[in-house]
């Protein structure tokens, strides 16, 4: 199948091309041609199938004819060798607990799958890729836990010094072999003009084949439809309509769910959680997209001023606004309400919420009060991981899990680097002979 590029549809690559790097030199937003359904027999009987079954399913239905079913199966499986169960919140709502994977955070299912395949077109080159990430924390988490010891590949991570956590810190900085965390006095703004400075750097190009890994890449993006199906499974013996709650920053996760449904998943209605950065509950009360630079919240991984896969929403609605906003309702809550959300839901349900998942859970009790029909929220990351806003709010403390624990115990490593360029792409070309 092909790939088009959604800010020029006449630009079309291979799979390869777009998730690794486009002949124009950069990875940009792109959608495949079609979006090939299930078959019905197989959704007939979803609630008879594992995770990793359907995950194969999915992934060989989208990339069949790319890579070869087989190695499609293995990637997935592996991406997802993680329970992400369907949890009782209280009578008809749900709760997808997405964080039992390494770095408790639904990023873990994107990344894994995505190592899986460039791991997998790499093998056929003698060339080595550097992957080049800024993070603010957990996305270079997740994909330095993803591609940790992949053959053929290094990883270099840019993160500000100072303004990443504790514990972020360490699962950046810890794991050695193949990964190479680079402190950087700055902060995250810096990080990231320094990568993008480097990816438009062509005189880097006879010595280094750098990569990116962001969000926008499809391959991250895709495999978060496995655990819609999933969810539907578990939850097949209920006879109401379901719901979809997603707490969302760059829309990736809800653009994945929306994908499921193109693929033959009777998701009933979508709900878009956002803090108080609302720029698409805003669009779909108005009809006005407009990008405002990010406020800092609570629910910091949701904190998007210009959430990059409003294109592929609207892309996958033919740009008609009347098919986006049937499609999903949109609801924003200010720190003060999340507060309010985790303190209640711990209180008379007994369920302790990070600050993503309670505004899935908020939107999604909102949205269903006087319905006959059922919700499911994703909960996107471990409250573990936000552990000082929980236990302010609750006052309860959070135990860490043994996966966090571990990285706490080892010793930090990483390379102190000034906030300037010239110095980056000194430490690039130096490192790839
Ligand atoms: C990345 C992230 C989100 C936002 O997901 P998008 O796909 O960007 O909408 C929500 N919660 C947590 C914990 C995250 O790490």
């Known amino acids: ?143 330095a836990c993803a591609f940790l010891g992949k053959q053929g590949i290094k990883v270099t991570i840019l993160y500000p010094s100072g303004k990443v956590s504790k514990l972020q810190e360490k699962q950046l900085t810890t794991l050695g072999q193949n990964i190479t965390a680079l402190e950087v006095n700055g902060t995250f703004d810096d990080c990231q003009r320094m990568a993008k400075q480097a990816f438009a750097d062509s005189t880097l190009k006879p010595y280094v084949n750098l990569t990116s890994a962001n969000s926008i890449n499809f391959a991250r993006l895709f495999p978060q439809s496995f655990y819609y199906f999933h969810a539907f499974a578990q939850l097949s013996k209920i006879t109401k309509p379901l719901v979809c709650c997603v707490p969302s920053g760059n829309f990736g996760n809800i653009t994945a769910g929306l994908i499921a449904k193109r693929m033959g998943l009777p998701v009933h209605h979508f709900i878009a959680a956002t803090n108080q950065n609302d720029i698409i509950p805003q669009y779909l009360s108005s009809g006005d997209f407009t990008p405002k630079p990010s406020v800092t919240t609570i629910s910091n991984a949701m904190d998007v001023g210009n959430p990059s896969n409003f294109s592929r929403m609207q892309a996958l609605f033919n740009g008609v606004y009347a098919d986006f906003k049937t499609a999903i309702t949109g609801y924003a809550f200010n720190d003060e309400q999340t507060r309010k959300i985790m303190r209640q839901v711990y209180q008379q349900h007994d369920y302790v919420l990070d600050p993503h998942g309670a505004i899935g859970y908020g939107a999604l009790q909102h949205y269903l009060q006087g319905k006959d029909l059922t919700g499911i929220f994703l909960e996107t990351a471990h409250p573990a991981k936000f552990g000082d806003v929980v236990e302010d709010t609750l006052g309860v403390e959070v135990p860490m899990p043994e996966n966090l624990q571990r990285y706490a115990r080892l010793e930090k490593k990483s390379i102190l680097l000034e906030n300037d360029y010239d110095l980056l792409r000194d430490f690039l070309i130096e490192t790839s002979r």
């Open 1 to 143: 199948m092909q790939y088009y590029n959604i800010n020029q549809p006449t630009d079309k690559v291979s799979l390869k091309e777009a998730i690794m790097q486009s002949p124009k030199g950069v990875t940009g937003l792109y959608m495949p041609e079609t979006i090939p359904p299930m078959d019905a027999s197989f959704m007939q009987n979803l609630g008879q199938y594992h995770l990793q079954e359907i995950a194969g399913e999915a992934a060989k239905k989208m990339f069949h004819g790319d890579v070869e079913d087989r190695v499609l199966e293995d990637i997935a499986a592996h991406a997802v060798d993680f329970a992400i169960p369907a949890v009782p919140i209280h009578d008809n709502i749900y709760t997808l607990e997405l964080f039992h994977g390494p770095t408790l955070a639904f990023k873990d299912v994107g990344a894994r799958f995505m190592a899986g395949l460039f791991e997998h077109f790499i093998a056929r080159e003698r060339k080595e890729v550097n992957i080049l990430v800024a993070t603010s924390g957990d996305t270079g988490s997740a994909v």
